[in-house]
């Protein structure tokens, strides 16, 4: 009889550390998922609140704003990637829709302040070039005029405008080529500001995007969700506890209901004492643990030659991320991903799509300015302008862009596989 409750007793204990395991498997799966969603809403609402400086501040913030975008969109694929599909977890997709919708619409903003950014530059190298002749004056109403329609209200506009006609009227009394490069100024200028205009709608949909209530609802549901494993966990103790107790006391009345021979004692029969007793066979669980000793060697040198100045500085994007190793890792893997061979789409760009090239060398420049990585994104910015005003680059250049962005790609992936052989020990 003993043996046959022992056999119960270990089926139900097993039973049990299987169903125990399970929902430790799901709740250490869930609450990563919903550390994920925590880190990214956190994201989202550091972006969110630079958005309520004022205006004459958004400009300045531009860089700071572009490597917090990064970030989101890093959390945004590691969740992805991460999330396990099964049916007890609540359903992110529409999260991750509403994210895309938030990222691109903060591209949308960012990029208008860059193009004003890039505005100030081109207009200040125009003076700089005419600066002895009498369009420098014409330049000199421009920036003034830049600086009324951004920084000015409403009812200045139009007076703003009429001024940029005057000015487009006196380029045709100029030389060819000085009204050529005012011409196409006037261009940048008139599309500039239309897109300025645009971003503060933009910035009203950002600050009340639908994205915010997204990452409250599902915090709140994962939040719930792990209360549940609780529940469970202590649900399927219960009726274990519970099983143990039945099987110990079927177990007694078995013994005390079972006509034996006091003289003659077995070794199922009772005490004198009239108390059972229990020749229980605990299994003998043996835990083999292997021991790893730690090994604390002196780090070596990533590499034995290195450049006197590398492309990327880690230290400079750790500061600007509060020392965040994992954020920095995310943001280099994406370089990695995305940006792999951008120079050479922008050579096979150049010949049909002078615009798709300048935007591919538009985006290198920002990324150089986020990854701290000022040899990239001087490279980019020189192909960048080149295309702007010759819709062609020359190969010089081009082969600049090239090293550069090889030799960061190839620090970004030193540097995350050094981290990762740290991590591993």
Not at 34 to 58: C, M, N, P, Q, T
Not at 244 to 261: C, E, G, I, M
Not at 288 to 295: A, H, Q
Request: contains cysteine.
């Amino acid at each position: 009889m003993y043996g046959k409750t022992l056999k119960l007793g270990l089926a139900l204990f097993a039973i049990w550390s299987v169903s125990i395991a399970a929902i430790t498997l799901s709740y250490r799966s869930t609450e990563a998922t919903k550390e994920h969603i925590y880190e990214l809403g956190s994201s989202v609402d550091a972006l969110r609140d630079s958005f309520f400086f004022k205006a004459s501040y958004h400009t300045q913030m531009s860089d700071s704003q572009a490597l917090k975008l990064q970030l989101i969109y890093a959390l945004r694929l590691q969740l992805e990637a991460d999330y396990p599909h099964h049916w007890l977890m609540p359903d992110i997709h529409r999260l991750l829709f509403t994210t895309d919708r938030f990222i691109e619409l903060s591209q949308v903003y960012l990029d208008n302040n860059l193009d004003l950014l890039s505005l100030v530059q081109h207009i200040g190298a125009m003076r700089q070039r005419y600066q002895d002749l009498a369009v420098n004056s014409l330049y000199l109403r421009l920036s003034s005029n830049v600086l009324e329609a951004v920084f000015g209200n409403s009812s200045t506009s139009p007076q703003v405008y009429r001024d940029l006609d005057n000015v487009y009227s006196q380029s045709n009394e100029l030389l060819e080529k000085e009204r050529r490069d005012l011409q196409q100024t006037l261009a940048q200028v008139s599309a500039v500001l239309g897109g300025y205009a645009q971003g503060r709608y933009i910035v009203d949909k950002l600050q009340n995007h639908n994205v915010y209530e997204q990452i409250d609802v599902l915090r709140g549901e994962f939040d719930q969700l792990l209360i549940r494993h609780n529940i469970a966990a202590l649900i399927v103790t219960l009726f274990a506890l519970s099983g143990f107790v039945l099987l110990l006391y079927s177990a007694s009345r078995r013994d005390l209901v079972s006509p034996q021979n006091q003289s003659e004692p077995t070794a199922d029969s009772p005490a004198p004492e009239g108390e059972p007793v229990q020749h229980e066979e605990h299994p003998k669980v043996t835990e083999e643990l292997e021991v790893v000793p730690e090994n604390n060697p002196e780090q070596e040198a990533a590499t034995e030659v290195e450049s006197e100045v590398t492309e990327i500085d880690f230290d400079k994007m750790l500061e600007s991320l509060n020392n965040d190793m994992e954020s920095v890792c995310m943001l280099l893997a994406v370089f990695i991903e995305d940006h792999t061979g951008d120079a050479d789409k922008i050579g096979q760009l150049i010949e049909h799509s002078p615009e798709d090239a300048q935007r591919k060398a538009h985006s290198l420049k920002g990324v150089g300015g986020n990854l701290a990585a000022s040899k990239l994104r001087a490279a980019a910015t020189k192909v960048e302008i080149a295309i702007k005003e010759t819709n062609s680059v020359d190969a010089e250049l081009l082969d600049e862009l090239k090293i550069h962005l090889a030799r960061a790609i190839e620090e970004a992936k030193v540097f995350l596989n050094e981290h990762n052989s740290i991590e591993s020990h």
